[in-house]
């Protein structure tokens, strides 16, 4: 039969085709051999030969990782090195990410070693600060990959933490509950989703647009009812209770790990949950499916009886809940209060996690814990005087998602329909 | 309107043609039927009762399917999961857990009980157009349709694949179901109808039964005589205009589209490059204007090096452009005509300069050009989204021909285009050979091709396998087209296909 032979011919021409020379893998492996000697030549001359400790509990007593910081700088910085020429004699493609990441993790550490020499950085308290300082970007990109797999955009994801931020504030404040606030964040994330959903899947509004008209809606009306009715008496409408933490028994004693997963709060807890759940849901049940196929191809969908608007309200909705619980961070876990624009641009970079961690719920996860990080060690950076600046750091989330946009690391690309709005021909 | 009044009757275990040409309603009619579009009036009646289809859900409730001109594939699936795609197996759970293996195994089931090979875990963004289109009918059978509608489904396939599938369309119809086949291809209606309805301007004009003569039925479609046949005397090649050399084009993906052609067109000949779809031609039309750069590989025109040149440089160095995609390349639908008849030379004289436009100069010529290629539209001053697609493309070829040219590139110069103004195309395109000008014609059909062409040349997978007489049997062209050399056909000697000869 034809088919048979069509398969031959294809394969014959694939392998005779003579390859790119400059391919990912080799772009990949310069990069990590440049930022290796990087790391090696600059920080390795730059940091004092003393010793770095990088202790489990919270002072500079008890066990502690140590090594000189000297030596580990350029010996971390040799480890990028060594896996950007791996990459470039090459290596099978499956190695590709782990070499990339061994690299990349290289490079940070080799970066810790200057920082930390002569000095000592609590490793617990580093982990589940990054945790915590990611727990809101965790939230928002779970929302930005609900709406847009399903083929809506949503640049609304710092209006939908805003609006949670002030509903959670209010509402925790006159009912004395942290769940009825963090109840009511949700409800004030759905509130913009609404708004974001019905301007862009029934009257076709284009997304971007009406996502960034509604985080100035969020920031408008969150900040005139911050000043006439929370700051004129705040004890009664802005002092919200604040979230605690629950510590799990057993495995709370688990070292590292114990005090930073089971030693936390209930949100942290719901983000991984969610994580888990959006990450099984999409790809292995009915619900997932659909979802994809209405983000890849809509008409497709629509042509095997499936409501593609009805299912993209649903998930920009849910969306929505699952934002606005994350802008509860920031007055039930972060601070006791709402200020004026507190979010400060947090919905930005949980959208660059969205983007960084390519559409997947567990990218999403891996690249807010990243961000996380990065903001985490801004703080400690600034704390011991580092001479870096700590804009450096918070510039990394920016960064990176340029980085990740402009293809360097794997392909980027965003589900097919996302940002069209389905019309019936 | 695209449908007035048709009435339309399937019985069961029956192949029932729906012929008539691009535009003609066929397509609208049938995205009534499945529940896409709402009829103003008229009733649809299924095995006794009346229904009405708000949405394809309730189309296929009532055992309708649909194979559609463009396939509603998503790409990134697998093929089990498209198949699945809105009539999962699940386990239960509240978003319904997927049961993979069920849908795996219904998948062969369907495949294996009607022939039609399919592989359930491939990504259909990695399959052949022939085997998408297996795809799409398996998709519609694993959901126990006892109407299957197919729009246009030869279009994409090569002559042998649409021997399969009307032998597919043959066993579906003995096991009882109907399958209504929309077509405008004559030769194709005959070989496989039982009864043949022809619709005209979104009426029904008649009915017809196979043995109806070609000539009658295209007469029947187009609302007068016609002539099938294109009217040319023999070509006198003379100096090779265009030359192609080792040509490698990548499409967007970075995937080699044209992989190493070597290919002449000389003046005063038609050479038709004949392939299925998505085989290359495309980008290699494209790398010939300028509007992507080849990787490797020459291309020059009366020996100018044209790779490396902008567009509108090669343009006006005298070559003619029909694009293949009319509505986004080929004109600007909110212009009118006369604004469309000089896209390319509005900075010129006498149209105006690099400040101004001569309205006068270009209302003249426009009205001069409207007649001379027949154009029927209200006015030079009306937008030509509103012509009709045959005129629309007429005003294509009237402004690519009036630039002294010395090379003409027709990318599918009829596709949409209503069957009287095919004629007027294809006598424009053999005038132009006949004054000298080297014409490249570029179609996914052969008969257009066989018709046109002096010589032909097969493109499959990026390569040109053989270059043969339009006299050549359409079988062998067929095979060809499908990728087999080990035919009889003897591909021209320095032609890159000879050395891919027996991989079959």
């Given at each position: 039969?034809s088919?048979?032979s069509?398969?031959?011919?294809q394969?014959?021409?694939?392998?005779?085709?003579?390859?790119?020379?400059?391919?990912?893998?080799?772009?990949?492996?310069?990069?990590?051999?440049?930022?290796?000697?990087?790391?090696?030549?600059?920080?390795?001359?730059?940091?004092?030969?003393?010793?770095?400790?990088?202790?489990?509990?919270?002072?500079a007593?008890?066990?502690?990782l140590?090594?000189?910081g000297?030596?580990?700088?350029v010996?971390?910085?040799?480890?990028?090195?060594?896996?950007?020429?791996?990459?470039?004699?090459?290596?099978?493609?499956?190695?590709?990410?782990?070499?990339?990441?061994?690299?990349?993790?290289?490079?940070?550490?080799?970066?810790?070693?200057?920082?930390?020499?002569?000095?000592?950085?609590?490793?617990?308290?580093?982990?589940?600060?990054?945790?915590?300082?990611?727990?809101?970007?965790?939230?928002?990109?779970?929302?930005?990959?609900?709406?847009?797999?399903?083929?809506?955009?949503?640049?609304?994801?710092?209006?939908?933490?805003?609006?949670?931020?002030?509903?959670?504030a209010?509402?925790?404040?006159?009912?004395?509950?942290?769940?009825?606030?963090?109840?009511?964040?949700?409800?004030?994330?759905?509130?913009?989703?609404?708004?974001?959903?019905?301007?862009?899947?029934?009257?076709?509004?284009?997304?971007?647009?009406?996502?960034?008209?509604?985080?100035?809606?969020?920031?408008?009306?969150?900040?005139?009812?911050?000043?006439?009715?929370?700051?004129?008496?705040?004890?009664?409408?802005?002092?919200?209770?604040?979230?605690?933490?629950?510590r799990?028994?057993?495995?709370?004693?688990?070292?590292?790990?114990?005090?930073?997963?089971?030693?936390?709060?209930?949100?942290?807890?719901?983000?991984?949950?969610?994580?888990?759940?959006?990450?099984?849901?999409?790809?292995?049940?009915?619900?997932?499916?659909?979802?994809?196929?209405?983000?890849?191809?809509p008409?497709?969908?629509?042509t095997?009886?499936?409501?593609?608007?009805?299912?993209?309200?649903?998930?920009?909705?849910?969306?929505?809940?699952?934002a606005?619980?994350?802008?509860?961070?920031?007055?039930?876990?972060?601070?006791?209060?709402?200020?004026?624009?507190?979010?400060?641009?947090?919905?930005?970079?949980?959208?660059?996690a969205?983007?960084?961690?390519?559409?997947?719920?567990?990218?999403a996860?891996?690249?807010a814990?990243?961000?996380?990080?990065?903001?985490?060690?801004?703080?400690?950076?600034?704390?011991?005087?580092?001479?870096?600046?700590?804009?450096?750091?918070?510039?990394?989330?920016?960064?990176?998602?340029?980085?990740?946009?402009?293809?360097?690391?794997?392909?980027?690309?965003?589900?097919a329909?996302?940002?069209?709005?389905?019309?019936?021909? | 309107?695209?449908?007035?009044?048709?009435?339309?009757?399937?019985?069961?275990?029956?192949?029932?043609?729906?012929?008539?040409?691009?535009?003609?309603?066929k397509?609208?009619?049938?995205?009534?039927l499945?529940?896409?579009?709402?009829?103003?009036?008229?009733?649809?009646?299924?095995?006794?009762?009346?229904?009405?289809?708000?949405s394809?859900?309730?189309?296929?409730?009532?055992?309708?399917?649909?194979?559609?001109?463009?396939?509603?594939?998503?790409?990134?699936?697998?093929?089990?999961?498209?198949?699945?795609?809105?009539?999962?197996?699940?386990?239960?759970?509240?978003?319904?857990?997927?049961?993979?293996?069920?849908?795996?195994?219904?998948?062969?089931?369907?495949?294996?009980?009607?022939?039609?090979?399919?592989?359930?875990?491939?990504?259909?963004?990695?399959?052949?157009?022939?085997?998408?289109?297996?795809?799409?009918?398996?998709?519609?059978?694993?959901?126990?349709?006892?109407?299957?509608?197919?729009?246009?489904?030869?279009?994409?396939l090569?002559?042998?694949?649409?021997?399969?599938?009307?032998?597919?369309?043959?066993?579906?119809?003995?096991?009882?179901?109907?399958?209504?086949?929309?077509?405008?291809?004559?030769?194709?209606?005959?070989?496989?109808?039982?009864?043949?309805?022809v619709?005209?301007?979104?009426?029904?004009?008649?009915?017809?039964?196979?043995?109806?003569?070609?000539?009658?039925?295209?007469?029947l479609?187009?609302?007068?005589?016609?002539s099938?046949e294109?009217?040319?005397?023999?070509?006198?090649?003379?100096?090779?205009?265009?030359?192609?050399?080792?040509?490698?084009?990548?499409?967007?993906?970075?995937?080699?589209?044209?992989?190493?052609?070597?290919?002449?067109?000389?003046?005063g000949e038609?050479?038709?490059?004949?392939?299925?779809?998505?085989?290359?031609?495309?980008?290699?039309?494209?790398?010939?204007?300028?509007l992507?750069?080849?990787?490797?590989?020459?291309?020059?025109?009366?020996?100018?090096?044209?790779?490396?040149?902008?567009?509108?440089?090669?343009?006006?160095?005298?070559?003619?452009?029909?694009?293949?995609?009319?509505?986004?390349?080929?004109v600007?639908?909110?212009?009118?005509?006369?604004?469309?008849?000089?896209?390319?030379?509005?900075?010129?004289?006498?149209?105006?300069?690099?400040?101004?436009?001569?309205?006068?100069?270009?209302?003249?010529?426009?009205?001069?050009?409207?007649?001379?290629?027949?154009?029927?539209?209200?006015?030079?001053?009306?937008?030509?989204?509103?012509?009709?697609?045959?005129?629309?493309?007429k005003?294509?070829?009237a402004?690519?021909?009036?630039?002294?040219?010395?090379?003409?590139?027709?990318?599918?110069?009829?596709?949409?285009?209503?069957?009287?103004?095919?004629?007027?195309?294809?006598?424009?395109?053999?005038?132009?050979?006949?004054?000298?000008?080297?014409?490249?014609?570029?179609?996914?059909?052969?008969?257009?091709?066989?018709?046109?062409?002096?010589?032909?040349?097969?493109?499959?997978?990026?390569?040109?396998?053989?270059?043969?007489?339009?006299?050549?049997p359409?079988?062998?062209?067929?095979?060809?087209?499908?990728?087999?050399?080990?035919?009889?056909?003897?591909?021209?000697?320095?032609?890159?296909?000879?050395?891919?000869?027996g991989t079959?």
């Amino acid at each position: 039969m034809s088919h048979i032979s069509t398969a031959t011919e294809q394969d014959l021409a694939e392998a005779t085709a003579p390859k790119r020379f400059w391919n990912r893998q080799r772009r990949l492996g310069t990069a990590l051999v440049a930022i290796g000697v990087l790391a090696a030549a600059l920080f390795g001359a730059l940091a004092p030969s003393e010793t770095a400790r990088f202790t489990l509990s919270e002072d500079a007593e008890g066990a502690a990782l140590s090594i000189n910081g000297q030596l580990g700088a350029v010996l971390f910085g040799i480890v990028a090195i060594g896996a950007g020429v791996a990459l470039l004699v090459g290596v099978a493609k499956r190695w590709q990410t782990t070499l990339l990441g061994l690299g990349i993790v290289g490079f940070v550490l080799s970066f810790l070693c200057w920082q930390v020499a002569g000095k000592f950085m609590p490793l617990v308290d580093t982990a589940s600060g990054s945790l915590e300082l990611a727990l809101p970007l965790i939230l928002g990109a779970l929302a930005g990959v609900l709406g847009e797999r399903s083929g809506v955009v949503n640049v609304a994801i710092e209006g939908q933490f805003l609006m949670g931020a002030f509903a959670a504030a209010l509402v925790g404040t006159m009912a004395t509950s942290v769940w009825f606030g963090l109840l009511s964040a949700a409800v004030g994330g759905a509130l913009i989703a609404a708004m974001l959903a019905v301007l862009a899947i029934r009257f076709l509004v284009d997304q971007v647009v009406v996502g960034i008209v509604l985080n100035l809606f969020a920031v408008g009306v969150t900040g005139f009812l911050y000043e006439r009715l929370m700051q004129p008496d705040a004890q009664s409408y802005n002092t919200p209770p604040q979230m605690e933490t629950w510590r799990i028994p057993v495995l709370a004693d688990i070292p590292v790990i114990g005090p930073v997963l089971f030693e936390t709060n209930f949100l942290v807890w719901l983000a991984l949950i969610l994580v888990v759940a959006i990450h099984f849901g999409l790809s292995r049940t009915r619900w997932g499916l659909r979802t994809r196929a209405v983000g890849e191809h809509p008409t497709a969908a629509d042509t095997v009886g499936i409501r593609v608007r009805g299912l993209r309200y649903a998930n920009v909705l849910v969306g929505g809940l699952v934002a606005g619980a994350g802008g509860a961070y920031f007055t039930l876990v972060a601070t006791g209060s709402f200020t004026k624009n507190m979010t400060s641009g947090a919905g930005f970079i949980a959208l660059a996690a969205l983007i960084f961690g390519r559409w997947t719920p567990v990218g999403a996860l891996g690249a807010a814990l990243f961000f996380g990080f990065a903001q985490k060690l801004a703080t400690y950076l600034s704390a011991v005087g580092s001479p870096v600046p700590s804009q450096f750091l918070n510039m990394l989330p920016y960064l990176a998602t340029i980085v990740a946009v402009a293809g360097l690391v794997g392909r980027v690309r965003a589900p097919a329909a996302d940002g069209q709005p389905y019309l019936k021909s | 309107m695209a449908n007035d009044h048709i009435d339309l009757t399937v019985e069961p275990g029956e192949v029932h043609a729906l012929l008539g040409e691009n535009g003609a309603g066929k397509s609208t009619l049938m995205n009534q039927l499945y529940g896409l579009l709402q009829p103003d009036s008229g009733e649809i009646v299924v095995d006794g009762t009346p229904r009405t289809f708000r949405s394809p859900r309730d189309a296929i409730a009532a055992g309708i399917g649909m194979v559609h001109q463009h396939f509603m594939l998503v790409p990134v699936f697998t093929v089990a999961e498209n198949i699945a795609l809105g009539a999962e197996e699940t386990r239960g759970g509240p978003l319904g857990w997927l049961d993979r293996r069920r849908s795996r195994r219904d998948v062969l089931e369907t495949s294996q009980r009607y022939g039609l090979p399919v592989d359930p875990d491939a990504l259909v963004e990695n399959l052949p157009v022939g085997a998408q289109q297996r795809v799409e009918i398996v998709k519609a059978l694993t959901r126990d349709v006892d109407l299957l509608i197919l729009d246009e489904p030869t279009a994409v396939l090569t002559p042998q694949e649409t021997e399969d599938l009307l032998a597919v369309m043959r066993g579906l119809a003995e096991s009882g179901k109907s399958v209504v086949f929309i077509t405008h291809k004559l030769k194709e209606v005959r070989a496989i109808a039982d009864r043949i309805t022809v619709i005209r301007r979104g009426r029904t004009v008649g009915t017809a039964t196979p043995d109806t003569a070609e000539d009658e039925l295209a007469a029947l479609m187009v609302g007068r005589a016609v002539s099938l046949e294109v009217q040319k005397t023999p070509a006198e090649p003379g100096r090779p205009v265009l030359k192609l050399s080792g040509l490698i084009v990548e499409d967007d993906r970075g995937v080699r589209a044209v992989d190493g052609v070597d290919l002449v067109v000389h003046a005063g000949e038609v050479l038709g490059v004949a392939g299925v779809q998505g085989n290359g031609q495309t980008e290699l039309v494209e790398a010939v204007l300028g509007l992507r750069p080849p990787r490797a590989g020459t291309i020059q025109v009366d020996n100018e090096d044209l790779v490396g040149m902008s567009t509108k440089r090669i343009l006006r160095s005298g070559v003619g452009y029909v694009p293949e995609d009319r509505s986004t390349d080929g004109v600007v639908k909110e212009f009118t005509v006369a604004e469309n008849l000089v896209l390319d030379m509005y900075d010129r004289a006498p149209y105006g300069n690099a400040f101004r436009l001569d309205a006068r100069a270009i209302a003249t010529s426009a009205a001069e050009r409207i007649k001379q290629f027949d154009v029927r539209t209200p006015s030079a001053d009306a937008a030509v989204g509103t012509l009709s697609g045959g005129n629309q493309q007429k005003v294509v070829v009237a402004r690519e021909m009036s630039r002294p040219l010395r090379l003409f590139i027709a990318a599918q110069p009829t596709r949409g285009v209503d069957v009287g103004s095919v004629e007027f195309i294809h006598s424009r395109i053999v005038h132009e050979r006949d004054v000298g000008t080297a014409v490249l014609v570029v179609s996914s059909e052969l008969d257009e091709i066989i018709g046109l062409a002096d010589r032909i040349a097969v493109m499959y997978r990026g390569r040109i396998l053989a270059i043969v007489s339009p006299d050549t049997p359409r079988e062998e062209i067929g095979l060809l087209m499908a990728g087999i050399t080990d035919g009889s056909a003897a591909p021209e000697p320095g032609t890159p296909g000879a050395a891919e000869k027996g991989t079959t």
